[in-house]
C-alpha cells in the first residue's frame, strides 16, 4: 500500500512537470540576450587556460595536425590575448607566436554567443521554440538569420559575405543562460561546402560572482575536391578561468 502510494504520488508530479507550458519565445530570448549584454557590461578582465587541437584531413586521413596551449585573456581594453606555453607538447620561448595552423578562428571565446543575442543582432533574426524541450528540460531555442539581412557578415577565406545561417542554442530554464549553441553556415564561398560551429558554456564564479563562461568551441567544416573529400577542425577548450591575480571556483551542474 505503502509502495503504490509512492508510485502514484511520483507519476503525479511527473506529468505536473511535463504540463508545464513553455515560457513565450520573446521572453525567452530577451532573458538570454539580457544575460549576454550583462556579461558584456559586467565580466572583469580574466585569464583561462586554453588548449587548441588544429587539423586537415583528406578521405579520412589526417594531414596536418598542430596543437597549441597558451594562457588565453579578454579585457576591455585590449580584447583578446594570447601567451603561448606550449606548441605540440614541446614548452615555447618566451613571447613564441601563434604558429601557422592547418585552420584558425578568431573570437570564438564570446563573438560566437553575442552574433547570436546581443540585442543590436536581435533584429536579423527568427526566433522559435523547439517542438519538444531537451532530455535535460532544457529550452530548445532556433534560430535563423532574415533572409534579407545585410547587418551581420562573415569573412571567411578571403570573402565577406551576409550571413545566411541557421542554429539551435540550448537554454537552462532556471538561469536563462545558454548551455549549448550549434550555428550553420548556408551562404558559404566557394571555398566551402560546410561550415558548422558548437559551443559550450558553464559557471564559473570570479570575485564571488557567477559568470557564464565558455568551456569549448568547435568549428568543422568541408572543402570542396574533385576527388577525396577534404575536411577541416578546430577545437578549443577553455579552464582555470579567473580574473588577473584571483583564485577560481567551479560551480558543478
Known amino acids: 500500500m505503502y509502495g503504490s502510494y509512492v508510485g502514484t504520488l511520483l507519476i503525479l508530479v511527473l506529468q505536473t512537470a511535463a504540463a508545464l507550458p513553455a515560457p513565450p519565445v520573446n521572453d525567452v530570448v530577451a532573458a538570454v540576450s539580457k544575460n549576454v549584454s550583462d556579461f558584456d557590461e559586467q565580466v572583469p578582465d580574466f585569464i583561462c587556460s586554453e588548449k587548441i587541437i588544429a587539423s586537415r584531413s583528406e578521405g579520412g586521413k589526417v594531414q596536418e595536425e598542430k596543437t597549441v596551449e597558451s594562457l588565453f585573456s579578454e579585457g ?4 583578446e590575448q594570447r601567451e603561448i606555453t606550449a606548441i605540440d607538447g614541446t614548452p615555447a620561448k618566451k613571447n613564441a607566436k601563434m604558429p601557422n595552423l592547418p585552420t ?32 535535460q528540460g532544457r529550452i530548445v531555442l532556433q534560430f535563423e538569420t532574415k533572409k534579407d539581412q545585410t547587418y551581420l557578415k562573415w569573412t571567411l577565406n578571403g570573402e565577406t559575405r551576409a550571413a545566411g545561417d541557421t542554429g539551435e542554442a540550448w537554454i537552462d530554464p532556471g538561469s536563462m543562460q545558454v548551455i549549448h549553441i550549434e550555428r550553420h553556415f548556408l551562404n558559404l564561398p566557394r571555398t566551402l561546402t560546410r561550415l558548422d560551429l558548437a559551443a559550450d558554456y558553464g559557471p564559473v564564479t ?8 565558455p568551456k569549448s568551441f568547435r568549428a568543422e567544416g568541408a572543402n570542396p575536391s574533385q576527388g577525396k573529400t577534404k575536411t577541416f577542425l578546430y577545437t578549443a577548450e577553455f579552464a582555470n578561468c579567473r580574473k588577473f591575480g584571483s583564485e577560481i571556483r567551479l560551480i558543478p551542474q
Request: hydrophobic share 30%; no cysteine; charged share 25%.
Open 76 to 79: 576591455r581594453k585590449r580584447g
Open 104 to 135: 584558425n578562428w578568431n573570437g570564438s571565446f564570446s563573438g560566437f554567443l553575442n552574433a547570436t543575442f546581443s540585442p543590436k543582432n536581435l533584429k536579423i533574426y527568427n526566433y522559435s521554440l523547439g517542438s519538444k524541450p531537451s532530455e
Open 206 to 213: 570570479i570575485d564571488e560572482k557567477q559568470f557564464w563562461l
